[in-house]
């Protein structure tokens, strides 16, 4: 059975699809003479050419590639449609062929495009941090958090009642009314589709809302199905202003008009405190406590306000038709309120960053809820209780003893919730949960005692919702991950960890983003760091699943930035920490092994490469070239880089040729370090990709007068081996600046390399450049012709069914004969793309395995398999048995409950492949959320877990 193809998107070709005049031909010398290649095209088009060896259908050379016409790169002849080509009869890596010459045939293919062949990554339930949780009055939830690192990758999304997905709110969708999305910042095109417009290139914040700043939080609660977001920053024009924004269930955004915003009066923002927002039941208003201004900073100690609107202690009443804020009640006076200090951490709990410094995330009161017999519950963590008010009196009239309440809730029984929250020491601390059957009885008649030990060393994303719309409350519970808690009466059950629900089957974590690859052309296999330090390998592509890389001492290697030599090793910039060596490992097999040089008896090729601020950000790129030159982009001063040159031929590291200094140190912020991947062509010439353009460069309409591709699209820089340099407007000895937009440079806004793209050259010398800013991706070829243009913004939602390739921010790229795979960063997810020709004298010579041949040489032992995860509307889960035998498959829900069998049956050997279209036995569509898939054969038992998203 084929594989599914949701897609397919042709590039732009410039001519009529082309047919052969003269079919290729290949002729043998006479003598010892150059081989000869010969053939003509119809019509004008991009054409690729290469030495088969049919005797294994292996490439043997890539002879040339590129658009004819009358810039044809060389070997290529321009204004022509017929070529004759020479071929020195080697392959390569330069080496003689052998054999008999009727073994080989010459391929030639025209006419490139490409399909979406898979989609991989970006789980639904993966945060690595959570900002907060909004409860919809259709029960539903929204979950606010960040699915990246660093701050980028912001996201809001919906969950119904259960916690199953349901769709993605932001990033915000393709295709939909551009008046509903508008108010995010969108570049728009002439032919009606959209990108976004960026807030800032140093997280790439998709937004020029605050929505999408690491300081905004969201409300728990919602207010005509539209989530609520809020940012304690000020803003300009309004500095001494709360904004908060409306997000709607159709991804609109009201900001202006419409716009909600707290005055401060004085006109000072309160910088401390959790800012803990309740629902009022007087229909227009709402309440905040939690916030209050802190002053005189000694020695990492606050003194609290003691005059002024924004004090400690108080609850505060908000109109939010005016935005006008108002004191409602004064729970603790200022005298009765410890300052920053031992006493304070004592009684209000501290923040603890590991170093000795404070942060002002705990306040002397959080969170409050009303009863319905007009009763306000206070959060006094001075007081260590929950204390009960009269509304009307402001009287206290009782209290529940609690230490370090944190948030609490009242059902429609008026049974009591209670959050208690202690930091203990950097990411520990202690969380309990108890209910009471009200707010009169101090004990508690179910609890969940210390059960979150690693939590987040700060207050701000803590949240709590309670769901009552099923048949027994659910508490949403937001921490470092996101928890479900049903009420169960006399205890509490968790029943759904999100967590839980995103940990890779191998590794026991789920891949963050795909930063920085490469591929192995001869299997396919894709390397890949996370961001961070993580390193990861893709080998089978019917699963897509990640695996943590380790060295045959069984090690998981760290490792910042990959690339693989044409002669088929592994090079990385090796370490956990911001500097380390470039070695060399040989692949094939479990494990990754120590490749030492002939000539030093070590894989070390250079001691000490130097980074900046975190690992996979200062590094800017690794190559290798034919003749065994290694070169890396590291950091020779602050924000200051240079592109060495390697030599691995002899015995000691050497700098082969002068460094490449490239823009930074006395060139000022702007523009300092801004260059990202470095490549070898088949010549030995190194390009380098810098924020510089080419005065042929033309913005793309929709992008004409966009502050951030103004600031952030650079391009691709070709320098010959004997060097030259990038400066912060052109380069010096460069032999081509590449017009396609090259994005995006994060450092720009500030002094800050978190984000560097890379670009790739195939083993034609065929540039693929990504444009994070525009959603695509270009083919050009080694003259600057643009072959291809593909991708087209769309979100994670987006799985590339009309006709499109959904991208939202191609960061880096990897490029093989026959796929090019792109890392997707604010989708978090790698496309796979299948490269098609529309003219090929030899099909299907030198392509991969298809997925069913690829299994069957497999190790001969049960397996199970499926794709796409998560699916929408058909599952393929791929059985392999070493011999025949009884198998049964079925489908379960999270909850245990059978849902479907699938097969009971007896199979045959080898691979057999079923699907599943998410309906239970009686033929009726099942609800979205996870399921495991469960195969018993040869007396065992596999499970896996799949996620079924509508």
């Not at 991804?251 to 915003?261: K, T, Y």
């Not at 009863?371 to 206070?378: Q, T």
Request: proline share 5%; aromatic share 10%.
């Amino acid at each position: 059975m084929k594989p599914i193809i949701y897609c397919l998107f042709s590039a732009a070709i410039l001519f009529a699809t082309p047919s052969f005049v003269r079919p290729p031909t290949l002729t043998p010398p006479s003598g010892s003479g150059s081989w000869t290649v010969d053939f003509e095209l119809s019509e004008g088009a991009d054409v690729e050419v290469a030495i088969l060896n049919m005797t294994d259908s292996s490439i043997v050379r890539r002879l040339a590639a590129g658009l004819l016409g009358s810039n044809a790169p060389a070997p290529l002849a321009s204004n022509t449609l017929r070529q004759t080509l020479s071929w020195d009869g080697t392959d390569d890596l330069g080496k003689p062929v052998t054999g008999d010459n009727s073994q080989y045939k010459v391929r030639v293919r025209a006419g490139l495009s490409f399909a979406l062949d898979k989609l991989v990554g970006n789980n639904p339930y993966y945060f690595s941090s959570v900002n907060g949780a909004a409860l919809s009055d259709d029960g539903s939830v929204y979950v606010y958090g960040i699915y990246g690192s660093y701050g980028v990758s912001m996201t809001i999304r919906k969950y119904d009642a259960e916690g199953n997905y349901v769709k993605t709110v932001f990033p915000y969708p393709a295709g939909v009314d551009t008046g509903n999305v508008r108010g995010w910042g969108l570049c728009m095109r002439n032919d009606g589709t959209y990108a976004p417009s960026y807030s800032t290139l140093n997280a790439l914040l998709m937004s020029g809302s605050m929505v999408s700043g690491r300081a905004t939080k969201i409300m728990p609660f919602t207010q005509d199905n539209k989530a609520i977001c809020y940012s304690i920053v000020s803003h300009w024009p309004n500095p001494n202003k709360m904004e908060m924004v409306r997000i709607g269930e159709n991804s609109s955004i009201e900001r202006n008009g419409g716009q909600l915003v707290l005055i401060n009066t004085p006109a000072t923002l309160p910088n401390g405190g959790p800012m803990l927002f309740t629902k009022s039941k007087e229909q227009g208003y709402i309440y905040l406590t939690g916030a209050y201004y802190a002053k005189d900073l000694t020695n990492y100690n606050y003194t609290l306000a003691d005059t002024g609107f924004w004090q400690d202690g108080r609850i505060y009443k908000i109109n939010l038709a005016t935005g006008i804020a108002e004191v409602w009640m004064t729970v603790l006076p200022h005298d009765s309120i410890p300052d920053f200090g031992t006493s304070r951490y004592q009684w209000v709990g501290p923040f603890y960053n590991g170093n000795g410094t404070t942060k002002l995330d705990f306040a002397a009161i959080h969170g409050i809820a009303f009863d319905d017999s007009g009763h306000v519950l206070v959060c006094d963590r001075v007081n260590k209780r929950v204390s009960v008010y009269d509304t009307a009196t402001k009287a206290l009239v009782g209290s529940i003893p609690s230490t370090y309440p944190h948030q609490v809730l009242v059902n429609k029984s008026g049974e009591v919730y209670v959050l208690s929250r202690q930091v203990t020491g950097y990411n520990t601390g202690l969380v309990s949960l108890n209910k009471y059957s009200s707010w009169h009885n101090t004990t508690p008649v179910a609890s969940m005692v210390n059960f979150i030990p690693t939590i987040t060393h700060y207050s701000t994303a803590v949240r709590m919702v309670l769901s009552e719309g099923g048949s027994k409350p659910v508490i949403w519970l937001t921490e470092k991950t996101v928890w479900a808690i049903r009420d169960d009466g006399t205890n509490f059950t968790v029943i759904k960890k999100f967590e839980d629900l995103c940990k890779d089957e191998v590794s026991g974590k789920a891949p963050r983003l795909f930063e920085r690859m490469t591929v192995n052309p001869k299997t396919e296999e894709l390397f890949f760091t996370d961001a961070w330090s993580g390193f990861y390998k893709i080998g089978n592509w019917f699963t897509g699943a990640a695996v943590k890389c380790s060295t045959s001492a069984k090690k998981n290697l760290d490792a910042a930035e990959p690339a693989i030599s044409p002669d088929g090793y592994l090079y990385v910039r090796e370490g956990n920490s911001f500097s380390g060596p470039v070695t060399r490992y040989a692949m094939g097999g479990q494990y990754l092994t120590p490749a030492p040089f002939a000539t030093r008896g070590t894989n070390i090729v250079d001691s000490n490469a130097y980074g900046r601020y975190g690992i996979a950000w200062g590094d800017k790129g690794l190559a290798v070239s034919r003749a065994g030159k290694v070169a890396i982009i590291d950091m020779r001063g602050f924000a200051e880089y240079q592109c060495k040159l390697l030599d691995t031929t002899g015995p000691t590291q050497v700098n082969q040729y002068p460094i490449y200094p490239l823009a930074g140190g006395s060139a000022g912020l702007q523009g300092a370090g801004n260059c990202g991947g470095v490549k070898f062509d088949r010549a030995g010439n190194i390009y380098v990709g810098a924020l510089i353009r080419s005065s042929e460069h033309v913005i793309p309409a929709g992008f004409v007068g966009d502050y951030r591709y103004s600031r952030g699209v650079g391009a691709v820089v070709k320098f010959p081996p004997t060097g030259g340099s990038v400066g912060t407007a052109a380069a010096t000895g460069a032999l081509k600046v590449y017009s396609q937009g090259f994005s995006a440079f994060s450092g720009t806004d500030a002094n800050c390399q978190c984000r560097t793209p890379r670009f790739d050259l195939d083993m034609y010398d065929r540039l693929f450049i990504p444009n994070a800013l525009t959603s695509e991706v270009t083919v050009a070829d080694n003259n600057g012709n643009t072959i291809a243009t593909l991708g087209r913004y769309g979100n994670v939602d987006d799985a590339g069914r009309d006709g499109k390739i959904p991208l939202a921010t191609p960061l880096t790229v990897a490029v093989s004969d026959n796929f090019l795979y792109v890392g997707d960063i604010n989708n978090a997810r790698l496309a796979r793309i299948k490269m098609n020709y529309a003219l090929d004298n030899v099909p299907g010579i030198g392509s991969t395995l298809s997925e069913k041949e690829a299994l069957r040489n497999k190790p001969a032992v049960v397996a199970m398999s499926h794709s796409p995860n998560p699916f929408n509307p058909m599952s393929k889960i791929s059985v392999a048995l070493p011999k025949a035998g009884h198998v049964e498959l079925a489908v379960y829900d999270a909850s245990g409950r059978h849902i479907k069998t699938i097969v009971n049956n007896t199979l045959s050997s080898g691979v057999n492949i079923f699907t599943w279209d998410a309906t239970n036995s009686k033929g009726q569509k099942t609800a979205a959320g996870v399921y495991t898939y469960r195969l018993t054969a040869e007396g065992k038992s596999l499970y896996k877990r799949v996620i079924y998203v509508r």
